[in-house]
């Protein structure tokens, strides 16, 4: 049950998603960190901004942000401009980052969530990594391989009013991410930065940095709108801060007081000419678009009339709708719904694998369910058949006939095997008699089990309440 709170809460969110380029941002170093890879080592003049050395833009990183851009309805800016963000840390060697300041690459878009609620994307536009930080007991380590991966940062109107609003946002934009092929989970990565205020403070704004899981957003939302309101139940005044969150003890650290945007002193980037957006480009970028979760659970209602909740979960996951459109072409789509939503996810999940590990396709998925369909076998031979067609792949059809697995639908053979059932166990009958309904099932369970989960249950069932 979502939590609530009495005061009005105002929420921003800037997301900041790693693309899945091959190189980084501004020159042709690896983007991706191979294993057991050395610091420092994935780097070169250009990502440490040594003098003399000139950024070149990632071809490739300007559609993966366009398309982001499209996916949120943003109007699209004619020009490409960037701009250096200046400011002092470690991480970054040549002491400002490449960024978009004056005119972002998308601005005006907007997302709706299941509440029916709006939010707004105030801007979207690429910047550089900074390098990593790696704090020791004593003293702190900087990794420069990062350093130049290109990043897309989505900016949000402040238009969420509850951390469960935050998560479904973030639960969104990682379909969108997922649909648009222009991330990796397992070789990029998302952060957020959350900004939150309460009313009782006159909104003044906390930025919590660099929360990573949308659980952990979720709960470093909640804790700070608690931190804040106790704050001023004690009579503090609150100021704009940067906070950081502490995932082990589940609260936020001041990091230091909040700087403004004229704080880093943007100035136009001379080395990075201005790069026309044209008609052209736009357009090209749009129609290599997939047709996104949304379109697709509404297709999926409209044509093949499953239930709505079916729709939403089969469109969540790019591959498990194109799964299911396929299959959906084959077999009854309402039977295909139920089981790719339901037992696929189910047997994946016990497996611990996800849909990139998946080495079955929709060939193994009609065979089954065809036979499923055609009542050629039970639901739990079927069961059975996933969760070891999952581990490895083979033909259901032949696997059927070489098991003898068929469903035992001869009258007589089921009703010899009820009527053993039956006498094996008077003391069940006494109770159903008694009007003991659950009794019931025990016994139909017990001639499933005689059958090897072969025996039509629907027949099953019929021939006990006639035998009783």
Known sequence: MAKQFTTPVVIGLEVHVELDTETKLFCSCSRRSAEGEQPNTRCCEVCLGMPGSKPVLNKKAIEYALRLCLAFACDIDQELIFSRKSY???????????????????????????????????????????????????????????SGNPLCEIVTEPDMESPEQAREFMKKLNTILGYLAVFHHQHCVIKADANV??????????????????????????????????????????????????????????????????????????????????????????????????????????????????????SQEKKLAELFERVAEQINPILAAKWLRRELVRVMNYNKQTFDDLAIDETHMIELLSMVEKKEITDQVAQKILEELIVKPFSPKEHVREKGLQAVSDTGELEKACKQVVFENPSVVKEFKSGNEKSFQFLVGQVMRKTQGKADPRMVNELLKKLL
């Open 88 to 146: 002092f840390y470690p991480d970054l060697a040549k002491n400002f980052q490449i960024s978009q300041f004056e005119r972002p690459l998308g601005k005006h878009g907007k997302i709706s969530l299941s509440d029916g609620s709006t939010i707004g994307i105030t801007r979207i536009h690429l910047e550089e990594d900074p390098a990593s930080l790696v704090h020791e007991s004593k003293y702190v380590l900087v990794d420069y391989n990062r």
């Open 197 to 314: 205020s309460i009313k009782e403070s006159g909104y003044v704004r906390s930025e919590i940095k660099n929360v990573t899981g949308f659980k952990e957003i979720e709960r470093a939302l909640f804790y700070e709108v608690v931190r804040q309101k106790r704050a001023i139940a004690d009579g503090e005044t609150l100021v704009q801060d940067t906070r950081g969150w502490n995932a082990e003890k589940g609260t936020t650290y001041r990091m230091r007081t909040k700087e403004t945007e004229a704080d880093y002193g943007y100035i136009l980037d001379a080395d990075l000419v201005p790069i026309d957006i044209t008609e052209e480009m736009v357009s090209k970028v749009l129609h290599s678009m997939p047709e996104l979760a949304e379109a697709k659970k509404k297709k999926f209602i409209e044509k093949h009339h499953i239930a709505e909740l079916d729709a939403e979960v089969l």
